[in-house]
């Protein structure tokens, strides 16, 4: 009996827990990894996607730019030359467009019965699934505005400082984390994937057209002002454009002059982390439902 006392005491109970959550993070962060993997590899067969997520957003600064080059932009803006105006809103157009197709790769698998075959799999989290794609869309998106954010320094933006750069990567991550989660909120939600891109459709332009993306907030009608203070890639876009001329001051510093008022930067932030949590609850919901039919 004293032998057997002794072999259970050494098995201290609260360390058997902390072996399994260890062991399950691990096997996460492999399922995750194989799943982006296999992601990077379908991008790299079918460069499609990725190349028109570059020319796309390219053709608009270009074609923008030289159609209201004579645009008297200075008046309304702290920009002299509207190809600088512009270039804050193609680099969120491109980060926002990438970030809404997030949901088709995952739509097509619950078409081709590959999402159903994960599932009864033995992986140890199936929010894998989920991760994976964020993570897949986070670098492909960095890429693509990398891209347009070195094509705008050959048009003659400078590139911003260490420190605004750092803003601009962050401020781009909240948005991308936050339309990634509506994208595969809506492949989870919708029956197939001709009803998924005519839901993109419907909310890539018009969100884009009702921002300050294109034009100062005073350019616009009374009742399209209203619209655009109310849009939340006005808020991003402006952050942007904010550090492409300004050093930061969070506090203080004014992001965007809206209908109501001024928006300061530390406002900004919260709005884009509130939204964040909302669309990461709502997406946890949805999810749960579905793997638990």
Partial sequence: MHHNSNNTSTLNPNLYPRIITHKSIILSLTEICALNRRLILQGWRRPSTFVTGILQPLLWLILFSALFQNAPIDLLSSNNRYNNFISAGIIVFTAFTCSLNA???????????????????????????????????????????????????????????????????????????????????????????IELIACLVMINLPLLFSSTALAPLLFMPSWLQVIASLNPLSYTIEVIRYAY?????????????????????????????????????VVKKVIDNRFDE
């Fill in 245 to 281: 001329l300004h050093e930061f001051c969070y506090n203080s510093s004014i992001a965007m002059q809206t209908v109501w008022g001024s928006i300061r930067i530390i406002d900004t932030y919260t709005l884009m982390i509130i939204l964040n949590i909302v669309c990461l609850i």
């Fill in 103 to 193: 949901g088709l790769p995952l739509m097509f698998d619950r078409e081709f019965g590959f999402l159903n075959r994960l599932l009864s799999s033995p992986l140890s989290s199936r929010y894998s699934i989920i991760y994976s794609s964020s993570s897949y869309i986070t670098i492909t998106s960095i890429v693509q505005v990398a891209s347009i954010i070195l094509t705008t320094n050959f048009m003659g933006n400078c590139i911003p400082n260490l420190k605004n750069g750092v803003v601009i990567a962050w401020t781009l991550l909240l948005l991308i984390h936050s339309v990634t989660n509506i994208s595969l909120l809506l492949a989870f939600i919708l029956p197939g994937h």
